[in-house]
């Protein structure tokens, strides 16, 4: 078995006061707990340390769209357009990997247009051509993006696991649905700890 660590979406207009999603929470129109949306951050930064050092890959998935949205590959009509503002924007900070998880040498980064970081992305030729079999996947939201690109990769078989407290969704009764939903057909759910022991 040989893994690699997927950072999905922890860009500052997710997860960030002053971010798209902020702005939501403070117009009223998306109750969301940014202190729980934000909490895998100090787990993710643990496992990327713990893969580096065991050698193993550490890919990051951005979602980053032109201004005008023409390469979007999900509805993004629906986002809320009570908000004068852009959301993942290429080039801006929203679109930023947070301080706290800042790429380092050697490791990946895959820009998708969409939910899952499969689609139209060169994310599986990366894992193919480093002989990966299995990806533990991190980040933010467990029921979109998170669960997307797991679904997504379960059908390129590649055996998928999430970790349950290095990812988190707008509420945490969404997250833990979601990691019941696909615990056992779909996916294995691991801890952040559990990952790391078997780095060793």
Not at 1 to 29: F, R, T
Not at 79 to 88: L, N, Y
Not at 133 to 146: A, N
Request: proline share 4%; charged share 25%; with cysteine.
């Amino acid at each position: 078995m040989k893994q690699a660590l997927l950072i999905v979406d922890m860009e500052n207009d997710v997860i960030k006061e002053g971010g798209y999603n902020h702005s939501l929470v403070k117009d009223g129109i998306i109750p969301i707990d940014f202190e729980f949306y934000a909490s895998p951050i100090p787990n993710v930064k643990r496992l990327a340390e713990a893969f580096r050092a065991a050698g193993n890959p550490v890919i990051y998935i951005t979602l980053e769209l032109k201004p005008d949205y023409s390469d979007a590959c999900f509805p993004y009509w629906r986002m809320h357009e009570t908000i004068e503002r852009q959301f993942h924007v290429e080039g801006t900070w929203g679109a930023q990997i947070v301080d706290e998880l800042t790429p380092e040498e050697g490791d990946y980064k895959v820009i998708k247009k969409g939910f899952g970081g499969f689609h139209n992305t060169e994310l599986e030729t990366i894992l193919r051509n480093l002989d990966i079999d299995t990806c533990v996947v991190t980040g933010v939201g467990t029921p979109v993006c998170v669960g997307s690109t797991v679904r997504e990769g379960v059908s390129r078989n590649f055996r998928m696991v999430v970790v349950s407290d290095g990812t988190a969704s707008f509420t945490r009764q969404s997250h833990e649905a979601e990691l019941k939903t696909i615990m056992h057909p779909i996916a294995d759910v691991k801890t952040t700890d559990e990952v790391i022991e078997s780095l060793k």
